[in-house]
């Protein structure tokens, strides 16, 4: 199974601030990858995929980067619909599997 | 619009079952993959498996954690996706979400949740 790990798991931040989270695989992911992003009693939502090049399907101040089995979701500039979990996901093979999340709170 | 509308989850006894309903509008079920993903509370997400499209015969994918108790199924009649669950343990105590998969690599729709619950 590919196993993903998420850091951090939380972290607490400020309107404004550029974060990072950081996705690693434990074997390589070829073509399928993605970002969620979950509200608390919310479905899943789409960020972006890809695995290489990325598709982002939410405001520009997301952006993705990586492959191979390093990936990276960054937030230019924190706003405050963006405090949420953050997941990664691989589709690559199965099981399908996704990071164990990162909480983004308010500081 | 796409929806997804999902309905059925219970309070269940421990070695009981449920099956949850997937119901889809505005598109084609048996064009795409259908995921079924789960998180237990306060946890995170969890894939517990797949239907794959009428191209590839409608063929299922699961967990380890659920094969051999949980079958996934369609009803292209009903436009829905069904998630049968055998032999429930404590543990699949969750949020069960269905999800759409889009062959570029992601699931791009999910259903607004339902919640099962395994207890006595």
């Known amino acids: 199974d590919t196993q993903l790990t998420q850091s951090p798991s939380f972290l607490s931040a400020s309107v404004g601030d550029r974060v990072t989270i950081t996705c690693r695989a434990s074997?390589?992911?070829?073509?399928?990858f993605a970002w969620y992003q979950q509200k608390p009693g919310r479905a899943p939502k789409l960020l972006m995929y890809?695995?290489?090049t990325f598709q982002r399907v939410v405001p520009s101040r997301f952006s993705g980067f990586g492959s191979g089995t390093e990936f990276t979701l960054t937030i230019s500039s924190l706003q405050p619909e963006d405090f949420a979990t953050y997941y990664c996901q691989q589709l690559d093979t199965y099981p399908l599997t996704f990071g164990g999340g990162t909480k983004v709170e308010i500081k | 619009d796409v929806q997804l509308m999902q309905s059925g989850g219970d309070l269940v006894q421990p070695g009981g079952s449920l099956r949850l309903s997937c119901a889809v509008s505005g598109f084609t079920l048996n064009d795409h993959h259908m995921d079924w993903v789960r998180q237990a509370p306060g946890k995170g997400l969890e894939w517990v498996g797949r239907?794959?499209?009428?191209?590839?015969?409608?063929?299922?994918e699961y967990a380890a954690s659920v094969k051999g108790r949980f079958t996934i199924s369609r009803d292209e009649s009903e436009n829905s996706l069904y998630l049968q669950m055998n032999s429930l343990k404590i543990e699949d105590t969750a949020v069960y979400f269905c999800?759409?998969?889009?062959?570029?690599?992601?699931?791009?729709?999910w259903g607004q949740g339902t919640l099962v619950t395994v207890s006595s």
């Open positions: 890809g695995a290489s």
């Open positions: 074997q390589v992911i070829t073509k399928y």
């Open positions: 239907s794959r499209h009428r191209v590839t015969s409608y063929s299922t």
């Open positions: 999800a759409r998969y889009i062959d570029s690599g992601f699931n791009d729709k």
